[in-house]
């Protein structure tokens, strides 16, 4: 039996152009595929766009294009962001393709044959930003215009003729499956709010919308279109080949390891979804975990606010690994964080300038003027040289621990603090002061050398061309890297050829 692991992004809607929101997303599940390729695990990893819907719709008419084409050139946009982000992604959904219509309108049968949906009226409120329909308890005024409390997004009255899921009377099967799933809903906190929204009791869910035609249609009644998030939803499973259960993908990848998606859309990951699935007799998905938002000063970065930073233009100006490396070390993962160009700046030239590169310049030039760009012949291990590359070497466990709790910062911290003591360690042990000790200076060369490949493959989720830039020093590709060698403290061989190594981060001049 293989190892197989299923991590999918948010579907993103093709309403505008990519923004670091969206980057974000991306990037931190693309770290997670990444680590876990590594580790040996046949990964499929899962992104695209959510194409229908009101929103869509009414930003293509505004422009006055036809849906689809506009979702067409929008759309490349996002597929374009996986080579600008070095996404590792194995596939790109998109939802007017085919063989998510058949999957939606398959799962929608289902739902009907067992009872699971009424036609009837709904009037209430729904926010075409968001897609979502609110009670009025979720609603207030704001200068006279009526919008979403959670989301500041305006509301319209909706009164039309819709089918309904029996959502209601999921309610307490949710609760149990919570209960019994306690890591179904990461962070904590996040699970804790999805529990007292349920608790709060839930109505049936509107699925299906009569005023507007840009959507899936509903089977045997033309007159509905399905409800976008129930469509967009779906999309997890139909890259699995849905409605076929029984074929290798769907069987080797379903249920999902993790959902990685924003907090604002959890009521529809962690409530909806299960419902629908559960009632369809479909197992859920193991994990949703919900990130915080990218801020900008104190505010959400969104298209309406005009507060995008770009992420095409940031990586133009530092490089794609700063980027990536930034938004793991930097932002909390699971609460929000501002990010801005000048802390970007002080961690390029803090961590990546001073404490990666500097540790592989430093050694591979005295490795070139004292052992010929040579893999030394070491000698007996001293203690010291055991502890640095012990504390690589042992953390294994725990660094697995952290990827499959998604708790990137503290995989992250402990490569920074490595990084740190195998500075100081090449620092304290002076191997400039051993000539006349050869054998010494030779182990510590060797050590160190040893201590860049080890870190250099615990970073290569997070920056994996200039991680790949150092490993192949050793002449490592790629496809020979395996999370399970730091373990080893003797996998390079003696007399080898290592190669130079350029400047791998330029530091930023700073006035201040
Ligand atoms: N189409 C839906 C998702 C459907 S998934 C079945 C959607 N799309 S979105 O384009 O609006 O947002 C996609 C993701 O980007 C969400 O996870 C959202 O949280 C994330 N982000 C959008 N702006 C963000 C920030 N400023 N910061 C971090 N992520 C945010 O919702």
Redesign the pocket.
Known sequence: MGKYFYITT????PSARP????A??SIVSDVIARFKRLDGYNVEFLTGT?EHGLKIQRAAEEKGIDPKKFCDEISKTFRNLSNTLNLSNTDFIRTTEDRHVKSVQNLWKILEEKNEIYLSKYSGWYSVSDEAFYNEDEIKEDNGVNISVNSGSKVEWVEEESYFFKLSKWEKKLLKFYDENPNFILPNSRRNEVISFVKSGLKDLSISRKSFSWGIKVPNNNDHIIYVWLD??T??ISALNYPDTKNKKYKNFWPADVHM?????LR?HAVYWPAFLLAADLPPPKRVYG?????SGEE???KSKGNILDPLEIVEKYGLDPLRYYLLKEVSFGNDGSISQDKLENCINSDLANNYGNLCQRVISFNEKNCNLLIPEKNKFEKEDLLILNKVGDSGKLLRSHMDRQELNLYTNFIVDCLFDANKYFNDQEPWKKKSDIKRLNTIVYVSLEIIRKISILLNPIIPETSLKVLEIFNLKQNDLKFDSIKYHESLKSNDKIKKIDILFKKIEKND
């Not at 990130?291 to 801020?295: R, V």
């Open positions: 948010p579907i993103y809607y923004h670091m929101g969206h974000y997303s959510d967009a939803l999309n997890y998606i924003g907090k604002d859309i529809f990130h915080g938002w990218i801020l959400k970065m969104s």
